[in-house]
Structures are given as structure tokens and as C-alpha cells.
């Protein structure tokens, strides 16, 4: 890229994780010549709109850059000759996210808001809007990369790319959550260690890892087996049995837990919600205090109470890219794109999570080391699942929608996958236009 | 094959299924010129053994045939000389069998003796003394075929190509049952219907049905879901959903409901152990009353009460193979054998499920229809867990059997294939020698 | 099929191979209820259209059938109601055929009329007239099967399968021919051998070759290359070097000697042009031959003389294919389908030349053997020609054209490329519209 | 890496390229803490040798570098505790390459020293040797990386791959050539301008290209088809077609004219042998030149004329993957690796020639464009080609290389290649012991 001066927008500007990116903006002043932000937002969120765009002004203006920061709740204003479009909301808000969470477990079945039933009513949600947003970035920003952190971030990616004519690269900050604490198991600085990462987003596995061009991958899963954690704030950490890691032979994520310890995993999100509600009744409250810190005219920093929300490596990670694809870097980045052969078992144009080189015409995925089998079928059905959602968002057909979740491991019962799909469309109904208009 | 005169080993003999076997061989005379049946079964199975060989001796007496019948407990001495094998047997009896469905039940998973984990300890049971018998053949009848009805009857055979030189064809009655009972529903002779089955043993699709060349595949999936079940004895027949076959598009079979009605399935295995204890324990007292039967000096063909045991059309589907190979017929079969590439998401030697001509040579798979993306990757995950179950039966390394615990969909639970695993370790102890070696 | 009684339309029935498929139809009266056998033929053919109608009304008389033989100039009307459309023209007639053997010679190309240049020259006449076929057969007659002679079989049936919904099968007489004349080198009856083939029209191997269930591919192999040779009339047999067969350890086909004798084979073209001028010419001879005696009142039955003509069994394989596709039959032959998926490295769309099982649902493509990686990219490499071919004939774009010829092992350089596509489009000039349009 | 002083060990160190080396290394001591240079070559070399020591040694004392630079006629000292391993000898040296290209003009054949049948007996020759240092590396320096530019370097690469354990990058200077003369055509630094490289050693397409990111291919494209050639000393510049790359669509490397213009190609060589005797006699000139240059005491640096000897680029190719290794820089380079899935028509172990990433673990290759269909078959006949040679090369089989040779796209006939052989094995006698042992 070579314009001198850069337009970023920022879809959902009202999240409470703006200052994430405005940190990471600010922090890169060298190196992307950043001239305006512009915050877009939905009516429905003014206030918090307004409350993120004057915590960004005293920022800049702290960090004495020459940057302009606007609010609109015009889209299509934001987006109007933008050079990177960011996107980070939530169709329906935390009240949509507590039905996520909470139909599902009447069914006894996982209710996480992007891996297990919650992920797919929240894609059936969110795909349409993001859709929307593209075709405002097809005429008024055709140049413009979209950098989609909107959850389920493999599935959005995935409806981007299959449908529509943006640049995109979706992000999630588990894998570099992941590179960050291994670095920190082996007592080593980040950049020394190189992981290489293949998967789906949220089901993504580290295939080999290397220390100063060592093999440490086996040092790695021992030190996994023995309970040295892959820490996300937002996944119950239930140690994994070293046995079966050395079967494995590959570094599972965080979020596998959902798929080889369904039972633990569902117990304990049965007996927290019984205790506390849904998380995302936690994480409104955890908002709510976040918007007050953030309403402080003393406030003109990113306050750390905001790492505890969950976001590790948000910052980095996303502007990083942008760094990447502004100054041509070929770095190496964990992003989702387009499969391109990499992923023998699944079509070219799947998007996947895996090692990638990042420069000015984008990301290029990596080839991913050979694959266990069993480690290739649980992508390929993952991926039966996220195809059929993606179909069903967009088409909104019924049927559809119920393979859909039938299909899903984590549910694996059509009567259930009935009940799950009655709840969400009734309960989401203003959310899914498209499921009513036929 | 050229010999004039072919001698029958029946491996397994003792098994209250060999009328079957008889009365299909008698019924082909015309076809097979069998001049020998030799049965033979382990010492335990020797009265077994023994009213079996006088009822078979009965049976050819009545048909007038110049077969000699003999019995041996001998192994080697039925496969001298042989040219076609059959196996039918079942390592530690009906005894194991309880177990094998009873160990599940006590973690709510699905207690079935091929599909679940039932089959899973089946498996390892059978696989190192069908093994052995490959050895015996390999060295004294290394021309022989060797049709397996051994269950599960998709990893047994699995086992036997890629641990012998046998040359072997796995049969199972399931898709000659459903092309029967299609043929019903569409009110039409057998021979008029032509459909292609891919899949796996027990997870075998109908991805096209021809009535006289013409695509009746959404007619008779249809009528399956108005409830006109293919019906086999020993599956419960919750009826299908018919929003869900409609998106679905491919014919299931019976036992795809555990896959697809998960909960229904289990919670009608629990409620029938609870009232009748396990399945084998009723066979135990079908097979008593069968042996009762055999006994009688007066009988002399295959009892009506034989079919009700579940064992349909094994008959008719097992010597119409031999005669395919004897006659090099080119016939249509339904077999289990290498893949060769016809699903393209196996491993060219993974054992298939599908439709093959069968000829002298043995068996080729026929091409099949594409398949959803949602079957493929359904068939790649459950033989992702038979792959690991065979590595496991041979190698009796005990982490390769909690992963493939671990990935077969019905158990899905790191701690609940331990425990399944320590239960069937310690209860098949006797069975399972290839696990106390290490 | 149910219907009891039976139309044939043949296209280009003024052929004079049409007494082949006029004798096919007359020994199989008991299995085929001919009722109507409709000849046509264009304005310029109309002569030829005569004779062969009324020889072929006295061998119907002859044979006492009950079949009503019609001529007609109206395509539409032939195949208005048809059951089966059977294929068999030239365009441009033999004078075209003389170019496409003529032209190439002058760059020292192969001049073969299927094979090399001249093939392509005839695939960009032919493409355009049977996809306007295929037009009048998706109106007038959609359940007919469309059976093509017509070469090159290969390219001529990928168009088809490619740009219309017509119900085809590709048919030539190579691999029958083969099939007989292996038979003989190993003095047994055809029936009792079974030949595996695969690969593309005059590029197909015997991959394994079975007697009576035993592999005799060595033995064959062998035979050929002590000089047993396959025979075709219209190939010249240059020997085989056992070490390169040996090496090789499949059967290639009469027409491999193109891509492996290369200079061979132009050499004797190159004589054989001197002293006799093309093949083309030699065959008007023939041709004027055959019509005279066609003409003489006296016969009624296909004469001995067309069999010197080098349509071997062509009147058995395509009869035989009607008879498998009337009643059901499940039949092998090997025939030009979609692929399917049956050798893995082309497209599932791409037309292949295999064995394949044949009943009124059409042609399924059998598993095949392992294809060696160096006859596999062979295949794959004209497969490219060939698309590239169907892609200019259907388009009239001269530089896919110009790619597609560049791309044939045997032209292998742009300015020979550039030569003969300059001298095919200006001496078949009334033949390709497709190209004067742009 | 992190060993603090490196050793390179150079075999074949009396080249005439070795200043080359010498150079890039002491342009890089900022970077590569390289404490010995070990020069080594085999007897018949030693003049050679000693005069390259000496030179290595003034050219070190100027830039008061402190490196050790010794010589040895020991092969196995020279790898003893080796770092790096650079290869760039000529078994048989140039009176063999005189045959090389001798040889196939003598049956109308392209005598090229890498792509036609010259490259197949240099194959012959030069995997038995490599294999040998291969067996030293893996007992004296098991952790060193072998970085082989000798030719046919694809070849080579996959011998080494499939034989040893050897950790080795085969590279080759063509990509890295077309990169700065593309950046030329374009008039802009070289790193601005992003090349993706796929295929083979000397059959390598640029499939994209983006300067700033922005996709320039097609301008590319128009201006090779203009007239502006890549340029590279030792391949004659046959102009290309416009419409024939047009049709390609990929950017064609220098080498793509032995396969596209193959009578263009063959007659410049006739012509040329004709007019100045092999390129080999010519070469033999040069370089004795050079060495008389490389004697003058006065000389301490790189003489200019060594640059016009066809080897551009070299030293920065070779010395900036040294870089990316030892200092895990992850930058991109077009090398010979192992394929890992990225074409996806060729064995993941062949060995191909790509981008990709190195880091101090090694080379990844990056996800390739799609490739067209005509481009993918011809890289995959040509890697049949190559694996033949490679297994010819190992067992010495004479069948197995009368294949590979008839398999060549650039000889194409049987009796061609088994001349072609003789010549090959009688000329070569002393340096192909592998052939006579059988």
C-alpha cells in the first residue's frame, strides 16, 4: 500500500474493546501514518459511542497525535474512504449472548457463545449484518481491508469470503495467547519460538513447535500434559490427561476441551450458571464498570481492568496486521483465510486458521505439517458444520439450519438440534429476518 | 476360479447362524460344486460344534447333495485345502457381549456391539485371533477366500487388509435388508431396483436408488420419513425426521440413528436393559431355544424361528458372493473392501462399505455419487476411530486406545474413554492378551 | 427402461458403418424390441442416405423383423421420440479428414485424425454440430441416451457431458478390440478374461488382466512385447521394446505408440503419405467400394468387406451397451463417462475412457487399479489438451486454441502450434464458424 | 541456531564460483559470526583448489575478516563440526557436460545440461556422490544444513530428500533472477515487487505478482510478451508469442522455452554446437580464463568477469538463506523443498521449487496460486520424469532409466531413449559404477 495517510474505521466503535485497538494504534505512530479514526455504532448504543470516542480523544491527544477521531452512527460515512475497516460487534448485544448461553443448556448440551449452539445462533445473526457491511465496503471502500475480529470469527470469515468481494482476514488472539504462554513455559523470549498453527478458528491445533530451530513440540505437550495451562480468561481450564496428549501428538487449543471433555466442560458451565447466570451476565456487569471507569475525564489511557475482560494480545495482534499489510512486512501471523490447498481435506475456499505471511496484497497461508488423520476428520466435520450455517445464514432455510446443528458434534441429536433451532429462532426474532421472510 | 470340487470352511461353526449358511449353499448346488463343509469352532464351543454338524449332515442327507460334512475342533485341519473360509465367530461368547453393552450404559454412552463402544471392545477381542486364522490361511490355503461376517465387520476386515495377504471380502446383511425393504416400499421386484451404497459398515448411505434406470432416491426418502422404516430386527426404529432427511438428501441406514438420535437411542437402550437386561442376555435365550431346536433328530432345513434372530438375508447375501467368485459373475454386491479412491477422503486402503462388482478376482468398488460434504465428514471421523481401533487390537498400546475412545463420536470424553477403557481392559482380561504383554 | 417398444435414430446414417449397427440390432431382436430404426443424414449425404436405407430395409426383410426403416433430412424428425440417438458422422466428410491428416505432416506433426492434430482440427468441426444435436435431443427426446461413435469419442463426449443435459455414453471399439485379441494371445474365450482399463480415448491402459480370477497382467504384458501386438487397421504397428514394457508393467493401447514412438510413427506416416497419400484417401477408395456393392440389389446382410474397414466389433459393443442400458443388465463395458472421481489426479467432470458397469441408469466408472505416477501425468497432460480443446471448439476463442494445441505432447511448440492453427482455420473454413464470429 | 561461530564447509570449494561465496559471506559479518571457511575438493581438483584457497584467503585479509580459510582434498574433515554445507561440484567436470550436450543432438534432441537429457545423465552422475557426502554429514555434522546448488538441482534435491536425513535446501538462481529483472521491467526496488513462485527447478511459473500489493501480473505478463525478456546467460532468448502467454495467464520462466519453442530451442543448439562447439567448450574457455585471472596475486576480490559466467545472484541467494537460517529470520526465498501438500497433484514428498519461509528450522513452502489445469500437468509429467531418474540414479536400474528417459516431454520416443542410454552409459563409463554392478 502506499498512500500516505490512513483512514480507520471502526465497525461496533462502542465496544468496550476500542481502546484496545487505539492503544495499539498509538503505539505504531512510527510506522502507520494514521490521520483519522472514525467510530460508527448502531443507534441503539449512542451513549457508549459517545463515551468511547471522547476516552479515544484524550488518548490522542495525550499521545500528542495528529490524528482526527469522529463518531457517526452513518455506517456508511465511516466507512467511506477508509483504508482499514475493523469490525467488533455484537448483533443484539449481551442480552442476545445470555439466550446463547442459556437455551442450550436446557438441553444439556454446551452453550458457549462461539463453539457450541450459542456460536451458531450468534452466526445466524451476525452474518447478515456483516454481509450488509461488506457491500457498503464493495462501493464506497473497494480497496479498504476489512479485519474481522466478530465472533464466531471463522464462521464470519468464512461468509465474507464465500460471498462477497472485500479483502478480509479474520483474527483471533488465542493463537497468539497460545505463542505468548508457551514463550512463557519455556522461559524464553516470544520471537524466539515459532509455532506452527493449523486448525479452525477456536479448534485450532500447534503441529510443531521450534526454539531457535529446535524441535520443542514434544517438550510442549508434556508440559501441557502436566498441567501447565493454556490460560484464557474465558475457558474453564479442566487439566488435560497426558496420556491422551501423547497419543495426540499435537498441541490442542484451549477451546479443544469442548470436544474431548464435553462432559466436564458442560458440568461446569451447569453449575455456573447456577451459581452466577450466564457469563455474559458476568461480563455485563465487568462492562458496566468499564464504561464508568471509561466516562473519567481523568481516563486517557487504556485502563487495565480492560485485560481482565478477556481480550490478552487483541491489540497487538490486529495492528500488527495492519502493519503488515500497510508496510508490505511478510510477517508471520496466526490469521483466517482461505484454505488454498493447505488443508488437503477441505475445499480450497474453506476458510481456515493457520500460519500465514502477511504483506501489502495480504495474507498467504503457510503449508501445515502432515495431519493426523484424526486431527484432519475433526476439522473436515467442524467445517460440514460451519458450511451448513454459513448456507443456512444466508439463505435462511430451515432445514438448513437443522442439519446444521445436527451436524455439530456437540450436539449430534436431531431432536435436540430441533428444540435448539424452535428456542433461537423464537427467541432471536428480530435478529433473523431472513429465517421470517419465508 | 477353475477347481471343479470346492470345499467350505466354516470357522465359527458352533454358531447358531450356520443353518444359514447350509441352506444357502444347498440352495445353489446347481451353481457350486461344494464337496466338503468342514465346521469347525474352539473347545468350549464343542457341543455347539457338534449339534450343529448333525443338523448340517441332516440338511444335506434331506437335499441329496455329495457334500461331506465333517467337525473338528482343529483349526488348521478346516482351512487345509479350503477355498473359501467363512468366519463367524465370537470371542468370548455371549458372555462378552453382555459386557460389552453393559460397560457404556454405566457412563449414559451407547452400549451397542458394533457401533458403540460395545463394538470398540469387540474389536479388540477379534481382531488378534481373526488375525491368527490369517496366518493359518496365509500358510495353508493361500488361495482361499475369506468372506468375514465377523462383526464389527468393517474394522475386522479393515484389520485383515492391512495385516495379511487374505484374500478377503467383509459382508454384512444391513444394505441387502434395506435394498429388500425398499423394494417394498416401492412395490417392486428386487431386481428392478438399483442402489449405490458409500459408507462405512453400519454407517452406509443410499446415495441413489433406480426403479428400471429412474431416480426414485427422493421417493423413497420420502417414504422414510413418513415413517416406513427399514427395519432390522436389532435396531431400535425411532422414526426419522423428515425436515431433516429432506436437507439431508441421502438415504440413511438403520443404524445412523445412533449417530444422528443420540439421546433417543440411549434412552431406549437404558429403559430395555433396565426391563430386560442387555441384548445378548436375551439372544442367550433365542440361541438356547435355537439349540433346543437343532437338537431335535427330526429337523433337518433351517428353522423358521432362525430369521427372527436378525441374521435376514446373511443366507442368500454370503453364497450369492461365493458364487460371484466361483462363477465369475460380475455381479452387484455390497461389500466391505479397499476403497481405492472412491471416497476421496480416505486413505486409498481404508475398508469400505459400498456397492462393487464382484467377480474370480474379488471385488472393485464402483464410482460413487458425490457426496455431501456433511456424510464425507462424517465417514472420515468414524473411520478415524476405527484406524486408531485396528493400530490398537495390533499393537495393544494402550494411549492409542484412549485416543480412539476419545474420537469416536458417541463417547466424545477424554475421562469417559478412560474409564470405559479401564472397565473393558479389566473385564475382557482373558480375551485380551495383546494389552497385558506391555 | 419399460417402454416395450424401441426407436433408434442414427445421425450420419448415410455411413457406411451403418450396416454394423443395422446387423447389431438384427441378432439381438429377442432382448431389443426395435420397432423404428430412423436414418438421417445432411442435404450433401443424401445419396449415400439412400443406399444404406434401403440395404438396410432388405436385411430387416431379410431377417423377417418387424421394424419400420425411415430416411429423412430432418434431424428433428429422427429424433423426435427416439429412444436411442447413435451418433456417427464427419464433418467436412473424408476431404476434411485428408486436411486433418495433411496439415500437421507439413510441420513433421503426427497427422492422425484422433490422436494428434488432425484430431483437434476434427474435435473443433464436430463440437459445435453434436452440442446443436444435443439442443434438439433436450427438447424433442430428453430420456433418450445419446450413444457416440463419433470421434474423437473422447473430446466429442466431454463437450457433450460439459454444455448439455443429454444422457451420453462415449463408445469406441479400442478396448473391445483389445479384449478380443488378448483373448486369442492367450487362446481362451473372451468371457473368461477380465481386462481392468483406464484412462482416456486412444490413450487407455489394461491396468490388470485376470484369467479365471488369476492375475495374468505379466503374462500379457509380455506376449506384447515379444510382438503379439494389439492389431488395430488404422494403426501402424511398430513393436513394443519389452524393456520399456517391462518397466512400465501396464498394457498400453495401439494408439500409445504415438506418445512413445513418436518418430516412428511420423516416419512411417510421412512414407506412407508419399506413396499412398493420406490414410483419408485410402479410405474414399474403400468407401466408393463399399457403396457399390451397398448398391447391388442383391445384399441383404452387412457385407465382409467392412470389416477390413477398421470398425471391429464396433456393431457388438454398441449393441450390446443398448441392451445393457433397455434391460437392466449391469453389465461391464468399458466406455467414456464422467470420471467421478476414479482417478483421482482429473477433475470428477472430466470424461475418462475406464470400465464401468452399464444398466438403464447409465454407466457407473469401476475403482481402478493404482495408476503408475508416470502414466497418470501422461493422462493428466492430454487430459489438459483436451479441455483446452472442448474450451476453444465451444468458445471459438483462437488463442485457447492456439494454448491448446501448444499444450499437445506431440506439437509441443508454439510456432508449429501457431502454423497449424493458421492452416486449420483457413482450410476448414466453412467448418468453424465458432471462429469467424469473433 | 545458536552456536556463536560457524564453519562453512564449501565441496567442490575449487570451483570457479566459489568467490561468489567468499563474498556474500564477508558482505554479511555483521550477521554471520563465521570463524572457518573449509574448502574441499577431490584430487584431480587440486590445482583448482589451491588456487580458490589462496584467493579466499587474500580476498578474507582485505576485509580483515577473522576467519580461518583452509583447504583439504578430505571430504570428511571438511563436514567434521560443519555449520553449513554448501555443494557446487560436477562430477565428471566439463568434458562430461561436453557430452552432456553432445549426446542428445545427435538424435535431434535437446542437449541442455539441466532440463533435457544432459540433465539426466548429470543426474546419474551426481546423486550416487551427493548420497555419499549425505552418509558423512549424517555421521560428522548430523545438526548441519546442506545447501546444494548443483544441478540438476531439483533432482538432486529429491534425491537427497528421499535417500538421507540430511536437512538440505536445494536453490537455484533463476527466481531470484526473474525478481530483479521483473523489478527492472517495472522500474522499482526490487522489495516492493512480491513474486509467488511455483513448480519445478528450471519449469518454475510466477503465478502473481504485486508491486505495493497491488496484483501486476498481467502487466508482466505483456511485457515478457513484448519482448521483454528474463534475460539469463545460459538460455538462448527466444521471443515469446503474446497471444500464447496471454492464453497461459502465469509467467513462464527462461527454461519453459525447451518445452514450448522446443524446435526454436533445438535448432539455436544445432547451430550453435555447429558454429562454437558445445556450451561446455565454450564454459571451458571462460573459465580458464578466470582461474588465469584468479592466479594474479594482485587479486582480492570478485573479479567482475566471474558475473558474465551465468551465476547471478548466487552469492546473495546462498548467503541471505544462510542468514535466514542461522538468525531464524523468517524471510521469504525461492527454494527446493519438500512439496508438503502445496500442488496438490504431486507426492507431498516431491520436491518442488517455491516460495516459502525460512526460518532457522527451515523452509516452508507458502500456500501456492491455483494453478491452471495445463500448467499442473506439465510440472506433474515432469516430476514423473524426475522420480524415475532419481530411482534409476539409486538402484542402477537400466529399465527403470530407459523409462524416465522416454517419459521426458523433450524425448518423447522409445528408440530415441534407448540411444540416448547407450551413449549415456558407455561415455559415462567411470562415473556411473551403479549401472555396471548389475
Known amino acids: 500500500m502506499t498512500s500516505g495517510s490512513l483512514k480507520i474505521a471502526v465497525i461496533g466503535g462502542g465496544s468496550s474493546y476500542t481502546p484496545e485497538l487505539i492503544e495499539g494504534v498509538l503505539l505504531r505512530l512510527d510506522r502507520l501514518p494514521v490521520t483519522e479514526i472514525c467510530l460508527t455504532d448502531i443507534k441503539a448504543g449512542e451513549e457508549k459511542l459517545s463515551i468511547i470516542t471522547a476516552l479515544t480523544q484524550r488518548m ?50 454446551v452453550g ?39 465472533n464466531p470469527a471463522g464462521l464470519v470469515t468464512e461468509a465474507i469470503q464465500k460471498h462477497s468481494q472485500v479483502k478480509t482476514i479474520g483474527l483471533c488472539n488465542v493463537p497468539v495467547s497460545m505463542q ?19 486448525g479452525l478458528n477456536h479448534l485450532v491445533w500447534v503441529t510443531s513447535a521450534y526454539l531457535d530451530g529446535e524441535d520443542v513440540t514434544q517438550t510442549l ?13 474465558n475457558v ?14 499435537v498441541i490442542p487449543c484451549p477451546y479443544h476441551r469442548y470436544y474431548y471433555q464435553t462432559d466436564a466442560m458442560l458440568a461446569e458451565e451447569q453449575e455456573s450458571y ?13 462492562e458496566a464498570a468499564l464504561f464508568r471507569l471509561y466516562q473519567q475525564d481523568s481516563l486517557d489511557s487504556k485502563p487495565k481492568e480492560l485485560e481482565e475482560r478477556g481480550g490478552a494480545y487483541y491489540s497487538d495482534a490486529s495492528l500488527d496486521l495492519v502493519d503488515s499489510i500497510y508496510n508490505n512486512r511478510n510477517a508471520l501471523h496466526v490469521v483466517n483465510v482461505k484454505n488454498g490447498g493447505v488443508i488437503a481435506s477441505l475445499p480450497n475456499d474453506a476458510v481456515i486458521e493457520c500460519s ?21 476428520s475433526l476439522i473436515a466435520r467442524v467445517k460440514s458444520y460451519e458450511m451448513l450455517t454459513v448456507d443456512a445464514a444466508v439463505s435462511g432455510n430451515k432445514e438448513t439450519a437443522l442439519l446444521a446443528l445436527a451436524t455439530h458434534p456437540l450436539v449430534n441429536d436431531i431432536q435436540v438440534a430441533k428444540s435448539l433451532l424452535a428456542d433461537i429462532l423464537v427467541e432471536n426474532d428480530n435478529d433473523l429476518p431472513q429465517f421470517s421472510a419465508r
Open 274 to 286: 447456577r451459581n452466577q447466570g450466564s457469563r455474559a451476565t458476568q461480563v455485563m456487569e465487568t
Open 60 to 109: 490522542v491527544s495525550k499521545a500528542k497525535a495528529d490524528i482526527v477521531v469522529t463518531q457517526t452512527l452513518d455506517r456508511r460515512k465511516a466507512i467511506q474512504g477508509a483504508d482499514f475497516v475493523m469490525t467488533q460487534f455484537r448483533v443484539g448485544g449481551l442480552a442476545a449472548r445470555q439466550k446463547d448461553e442459556a437455551i442450550p443448556l436446557r438441553y444439556d448440551r
Open 180 to 198: 505468548m504462554m508457551a514463550a512463557d513455559m519455556l522461559d524464553c523470549q516470544p520471537s524466539r519460538l515459532k509455532m506452527k498453527f493449523a
Open 236 to 249: 474453564f481450564e479442566e487439566p488435560w490427561d497426558p496420556n491422551f496428549l501423547d497419543a495426540l501428538g
Open 112 to 150: 458457549q457463545e462461539t463453539t457450541g449452539a450459542g456460536g451458531f445462533a450468534k452466526a445466524l445473526r451476525t452474518i447478515p449484518v456483516i454481509l450488509d457491511i461488506c457491500r457498503d465496503i464493495e462501493e464506497l471502500a473497494p480497496n479498504a481491508w476489512m479485519l474481522n475480529f466478530t
Open 356 to 376: 500465514a505471511v502477511v504483506g501489502s496484497e495480504g495474507a498467504t497461508p503457510l503449508a501445515t505439517d502432515p495431519l493426523p488423520h484424526y486431527v484432519d
Open 221 to 233: 505437550l508434556k508440559k501441557v500434559g502436566d498441567g501447565v495451562n493454556f490460560s484464557m480468561k
